[in-house]
């Protein structure tokens, strides 16, 4: 039998409404905007790593020409500190004191980058100039930079008054059952390894708009954000005001990956000069300060070791992490290596889980939520675990997975962390993608490689991770007088596409096209609340409340038609922007509708879906590799994604979403590395270090989906936004290992496998390379 696909519904290849005006150079960005009488700020930051530092005076800087306004952290004592909410619980029950970040610092900086007075000027460059006039002493001592010796003994401390680097400890599990199956085993399989750090790099960097509205008595904020409800409330909090007093705006934003998500330093300093001067004030990153100032992701050193029987069955895991938090403890930053431990166990069933972990501080830039936050981590480690397992059994990569995947009858699954799994198919998508690759005529391919002088590697990762996690995200519909329907939600576009989404699900219901349907995001004026965008939550929760708000819609519109019409509102349907007696030709368009409404409650739609339980998305990875000996540079010559992603709403966006993803796993993998020297300074801080991912690095991807439909979702979507990241870090690596073991008996190589690691580790591998 034949689907017909829909025109513009959910499964519909719909292109993204939104290009047009991004291609014409029409996009609104937050250093777009052009405010009356707008100042420029410049945020000067400490170039040591740990140390004091006295001011003596700010004169010279506050007669520099063009200059209004020099804050230090002196003039902001009436502000509170940014403080996390996200200490997870300790063994014993309490939660770690958290580590505050000071707007700006008042008398000790903990990295490079730290922020130590905020300048406000006529235009950016007198503000950077006068900066340079501050007379400021810095008294730098010795830092901590690396995550592996924070707990030193003789390691400097980042905050001398706790006596320890450590910020936290959390253990997941049950250590005693772990120890009893290790005790058991006939085989244990280690492993150790860096997860790097890595910067966002989003296209467009961090800028911030304040201003005091006289007239409202409250403050206007604009910057690009993941959200800008939960932006509210922090600032709202940094100044002790109600809510309402401070209102946020988020035009379009180019790229978030989590990093958009949080309050930095720079929002609550040009709203404060704002009410200070009476003037607006922006402030707008550079590269250098997103390297510099925008939190970090990854960064976790990890020791693995998987219990098996004879059989290769995995009977425990255990796991250590010591985990880099930075110099404070940032936003979300102590809930990422606790949400990624949850996922430990990955697609497997282990039956019994160890696991402990280590929040470290350091004189680096804070570490927080990077596109996956904490699940890429927990599925690099199960991957490269289960392949080193099979080495050392003698099976196959697949073999050893598919021994121990949890079996699709087990479902719902409960994890040893309490993870609730619905559904899953592991097996199935890890054979497609399999046949898809070619993973059969692996060893012809091989012999070709070797005939060139070249190694050959081909690895898998089969993950799962957890998303969309439990929640709601309300949509609220208005039929405009034109016609035209609104959708107000209180999600944030990042680049994703969601007002071609939202606009499908919604067409749906109401028969329009989605030109006819105007997706509202980034006000915190046009609703009460909203979740933002974030651990791929947007389309399962906001697009299942869309569809619902629509068909709300559609009943209201129906109900006035039939009263237009003399008809029965059965008998009526939503065709074309009009609503027509089903067979004939009596119909009214929408626009006469809205004007005949009574009250506005006639022509609005409202949906909320609440979900109890995360969505747990899944998928195989399949990557081929060829290596040259002679300069270790890698070339990935073959990818096959096959992803379970519930259900697919747009196959273009599912795409756009996952080829993104992959190629930013693939940067961590390869290429991404950021460095700090032994004294803390941050040595990739500008692209002519910081390696990125080019067109030329990334392969062409073969992609589908084999979709079982979630049970804990409405309309059976899982989350997408993260899981190709998630997928193609362990995917890639276990190619390269797989390749420099064929060739050379080498069984690990940390991240990024670049030309000069790849070629020393050749190198060091003797005689057989």
Not at 548 to 576: F, H, T, W, Y
Request: glycine share 10%; proline share 4%; net charge negative.
């Amino acid at each position: 039998m034949n689907v017909m696909t829909p025109k513009f519904g959910m499964g519909a290849s719909v292109l993204r409404k939104e290009d047009d005006a991004f291609i014409r150079g029409a996009g609104r960005y937050t250093d777009d905007l052009q405010k009356e009488g707008l100042l420029h700020g410049y945020v000067l930051r400490s170039p040591v790593a740990n140390g004091t530092f006295s001011i003596a005076s700010v004169d010279e800087a506050r007669d520099a020409p063009g200059v209004h306004l020099v804050l230090t952290g002196a003039d902001l004592a009436h502000l509170n500190d940014l403080k996390s909410g996200a200490m997870q619980k300790q063994p014993d029950g309490s939660r770690a004191t958290t580590r505050d970040l000071p707007i700006l610092c008042r008398d000790r900086v903990r990295h490079v980058g730290d922020a130590v007075a905020f300048v406000v000027a006529e235009t950016r460059a007198q503000a950077q100039d006068a900066a340079e006039l501050i007379d400021i002493d810095f008294d730098g001592e010795d830092a901590i930079a690396e995550t592996a010796r924070a707990l030193d003994a003789d390691a400097p401390l980042v905050w001398p008054e706790a006596g320890s680097n450590k910020a936290f400890t959390y253990q997941l599990g049950d250590p005693a059952k772990a120890e009893e199956a290790f005790a058991k085993a006939a085989r244990v399989s280690r492993i150790e390894f860096v997860n790097n750090r890595l910067v966002s790099n989003y296209m467009e960097p961090r800028a911030a708009v304040g201003e005091w509205k006289d007239d409202e008595d409250r403050f206007e904020l604009v910057t690009g954000s993941q959200g800008v409800f939960s932006i509210r409330r922090i600032v709202a909090g940094v100044f002790d005001l109600p809510e309402d007093k401070v209102h946020v705006l988020t035009h379009d934003v180019g790229g978030g990956f989590g990093t958009k998500m949080f309050v930095y330093r720079e929002y609550p300093l040009v709203l404060e000069a704002a009410r200070q001067l009476g003037r607006p004030v922006k402030w707008t990153s550079d590269r250098s300060e997103h390297f510099m100032a925008d939190a970090h992701g990854r960064d976790n050193v990890q020791t693995a070791e998987m219990a098996m029987d004879e059989n290769g069955r995995f009977l425990a895991l255990r796991v250590r992490t010591i985990a880099n938090m930075g110099a404070y403890t940032h936003q979300f930053g102590p809930f990422i290596p606790h949400v990624g431990a949850t996922m430990s166990t990955g697609v497997y069933d282990i039956p019994a889980l160890d696991v402990s972990i280590d929040g470290v501080y350091t004189n680096t830039v804070p570490v927080d939520a990077y596109r996956g936050a904490g699940r890429p981590e927990a599925a690099f480690l199960v991957e490269k675990l289960a392949d080193q397992c099979a080495r050392d059994l003698g099976l196959a990569p697949d073999e050893i997975r598919r021994r121990n995947f949890i079996r699709p009858e087990a479902f719902p699954y409960l994890t040893p962390t309490g993870r609730n799994y619905d559904v899953g198919e592991f097996q199935g998508h890890m054979e497609l993608a399999m046949e898809r690759a070619g993973w059969a005529g692996f060893e012809e391919r091989l012999e070709k490689a070797k005939a060139e002088g070249k190694f050959r590697g081909i690895g898998m990762a089969t993950y799962v991770e957890a998303c969309a996690f439990a929640g709601s995200e309300a949509a609220h519909l208005k039929l405009q007088a034109d016609g035209t329907v609104t959708l107000y939600i209180g999600t944030q576009s990042n680049g994703q596409g969601h007002a071609t989404a939202y606009a499908q699900f919604v067409a749906d219901r109401l028969g329009l096209g989605i030109d006819q349907i105007n997706v509202r995001q980034g006000d915190t004026d046009e609703l009460e609340k909203g979740g933002g965008t974030g651990g791929s939550r947007s389309i399962p929760l906001g697009g299942v409340s869309a569809a619902r708000a629509g068909d709300d819609l559609a009943e209201k519109l129906k109900k006035l038609a039939a009263d237009e019409l003399e008809a029965a509102p059965a008998d009526i349907e939503l065709v074309a922007g009009s609503a027509r007696i089903v067979g004939t030709d009596r119909s009214v368009d929408f626009s006469a509708l809205a004007a005949a409404a009574k009250s506005e409650d006639d022509i609005k739609g409202f949906g909320e879906f609440v979900q109890d339980e995360a969505t747990y998305p899944n998928g195989t990875h399949i990557c081929e590799v060829e290596i040259d000996p002679e300069t270790g540079r890698t070339e990935i010559v073959g990818y096959t994604i096959v992803d379970d992603f519930g259900a697919t709403v747009n196959p273009l966006l599912l795409a756009g979403q996952v080829h993104g993803g992959v190629a930013q796993g693939i940067g961590q993998a390869l290429i991404e590395n950021t460095f700090y020297s032994e004294d803390g300074q941050l040595v990739s801080a500008t692209f002519m270090d910081y390696g990125m991912p080019r067109a030329d690095d990334l392969p062409s991807f073969g992609f589908e989906t084999r979709n079982v439909p979630s049970t804990t979702n409405a309309m059976g979507i899982k989350g997408a936004g993260e899981a190709g990241t998630i997928g193609a870090a362990p995917a890639v690596m276990n190619a390269v290992t797989d390749a420099l073991y064929r060739a050379c008996g080498i069984q690990h190589i940390d991240m990024p496998a670049t030309p000069q690691r790849v070629w020393q580790a050749i190198r060091d591998a003797g005689p057989r390379a």
